[in-house]
């Protein structure tokens, strides 16, 4: 197996911070991963392509960076099953889809990051999650070091959330993701950009589109460093939308079924008066104020104290509390984002 110490991850996080792990492993089989002690495993860091990842200092911990590949599809009459390693480009591996006239991903073209990674905060955009077309997950247990098979309930998907990233964080790595996709396709094209397509609508009409859109509304990471949104959109009760729907009649809102609310963190930020808003080298994107940009910083801690800055304004002039989607990485592991703090 590949291994490096005293490894620069500047390449390997769309912040472009230059940190430096003490050691870092490249497993690309399971005999690979078994290899890595569990002192070792239990202590590092899981990363895929870095795109959701903000290390806070200077040095990262030992860092697993597995690098499992390959792309296997079974059919019957109604479905196409998928099984993709984690290592697997996310955009790259939708592309394979409609090019092979599998379908349903569409609108989940061009997010960045790995296959790995994408159950882990139960990745969505354009009307989908990712979680609506997985079938289960395999997961490698550090402690028993073997692979374990999770069902899609057993994953525990939420909104930018699920078992990964909780109770199972830090305890293993999943190997593969399976997806299983039907023939009978359905376009979800109600989302606002998509609605505005032709008829007959394809999957191919809605990547193009979707692509189209991203390009135009988020920053690149390799000319603007960016983990895309830095905030979940925060979901509240149906009384504190209606109370703060008296005084913003403006306010974009989406409803849920069950009656919650959720609000675009994106505008509260605009809102509070921070669109554009630098400081040390990073700042809040000026067309899209939900991406912190770092534009010339080399600390990681510059960025959380400006996410914490924005909390705070938001905090101020709505009451409510932002949340990042984005994981926060110190030397020792992860942090709270309440206590990673900043300068
Ligand atoms: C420009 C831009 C736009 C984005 N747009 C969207 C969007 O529309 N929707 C959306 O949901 N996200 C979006 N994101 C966020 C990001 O693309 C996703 O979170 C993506 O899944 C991260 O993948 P990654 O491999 O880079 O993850 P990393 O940052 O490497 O890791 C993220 C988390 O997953 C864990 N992890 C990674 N691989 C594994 C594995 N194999 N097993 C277990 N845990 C693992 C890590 O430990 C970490 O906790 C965007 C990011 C950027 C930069």
Redesign the pocket.
């Known amino acids: 197996m590949k291994i490096r110490t005293n490894f620069s991850l500047q390449a390997f996080?769309?912040f472009n911070l230059p940190v430096v792990t003490a050691e870092i492993f490249f497993p690309s089989t399971i005999k690979e991963l078994a290899e890595i002690s569990i002192e070792k495993a239990s202590s590092s860091?899981?990363?895929?392509?870095?795109?959701?990842?903000l290390f806070c200092q200077d040095k990262a911990p030992i860092i697993i960076k597995?690098n499992l590949m390959g792309i296997e599809v079974i059919e019957n009459d109604d479905n196409f099953q998928v099984k993709v390693a984690?290592?697997q480009n996310?955009h790259e591996f939708v592309l394979f889809c409609i090019n092979s006239g599998i379908y349903g991903l569409e609108n989940?073209a061009?997010?960045?990051?790995?296959v790995?990674?994408?159950p882990?905060?139960?990745?969505?955009?354009y009307g989908i999650e990712?979680s609506d077309f997985i079938v289960g997950v395999t997961?490698f247990d550090f402690a028993q070091k073997k692979q374990v098979d999770f069902t899609n309930a057993e994953c525990q998907f939420g909104y930018?959330d699920s078992i990964?990233?909780q109770a199972l964080?830090g305890t293993?790595?999943?190997?593969h993701v399976h997806f299983l996709l039907p023939k009978a396709w359905q376009a979800v094209d109600n989302y606002q950009g998509l609605n505005e397509l032709v008829s007959p609508v394809t999957p191919q009409a809605i990547m193009a589109k979707v692509i189209q859109l991203?390009q135009a509304k988020?920053?690149?990471?390799k000319q603007l460093p960016?983990?895309?949104?830095f905030f979940k959109n925060p979901i509240v009760s149906k009384d504190v939308f209606n109370e703060l729907n008296q005084q913003y009649s403006n306010m974009p809102f989406y409803l849920h079924d069950n009656g919650d609310v959720k609000l675009a963190a994106g505008w509260l930020i605009e809102q509070a008066g921070l669109k554009g808003f630098r400081r040390d080298g990073v700042g809040v994107h000026e067309n899209q104020a939900l991406?912190i940009i770092n534009y010339e910083s080399k600390q990681g801690e510059n960025i959380v104290a400006l996410s914490v800055h924005i909390q705070k304004k938001v905090k101020e002039k709505f009451n409510i509390q932002l949340v990042p989607?984005?994981?926060f990485i110190g030397e020792d592991g992860?942090l709270s984002p309440t206590s990673a703090g900043g300068k």
Request: a neutral charge; one cysteine or more.
């Open positions: 996080n769309s860091y899981i990363l895929g392509d870095g795109t959701n990842t597995p984690c290592a996310w989940l061009l997010i960045p990051g790995s790995g990674a994408a882990v905060q139960n990745i969505g955009a990712v997961w930018r990964f990233k964080n293993g790595i999943i190997t991203r988020l920053p690149e990471p960016n983990a895309g949104s991406v989607e984005v994981r992860e």
